[in-house]
């Protein structure tokens, strides 16, 4: 289920979504009404979207696209990473500010996120932050194919 908690920043909407997106409830239903015309969706608390909820959340992204409103994305899961990289509409054409790199410890095989702002890593040539291991300091890899991961990036 979709949970939905909005804040004002300013002249921008945040809306930070969590949870699963399916059919139940709709994406209008779960969010609401939205009067600004700048929106920034935080998706950290995306786990799981099944096909009934991404065909949801493309339809939703595309009204907002139609009705002028500027959104954009943040904070992205590596959930909403896969689909980003999955579905060439799945962003409606909105920037993906920030999202979470999935790693891998070398040593106890811990899984762990890393949050990177896209600019930088862009800047950094889509360099990857070496991390060590806070459980056992052993070193930690990308947990994932640079090549796939970064598609968005190349369509920006």
Known sequence: ?????????????????????????PMEQAIGTIDSKKVAFGCKEIRRLNSAGVRGWIIYFENLKKRGIQFRFFECSPTIMEQVNLIRNFRSGA???SFYLPYLCTGCKAQFQQLVMTDELIKNKL???????????????????????????SLL
Do not use: A, Q, R
């Open 95 to 97: 920037p993906v500010d």
């Open 1 to 25: 289920m979709l949970t939905v908690k909005k804040e004002t920043k300013g002249d921008t909407l945040v809306i930070h979504l969590e949870g699963t997106i399916d059919e139940t409830p």
């Open 127 to 153: 360099e990857v932050p070496t991390l060590t291991c806070p459980k056992c300091k052993s070193p930690m890899n990308f947990d994932d194919l640079p090549e796939e991961y970064f598609i968005f990036i």
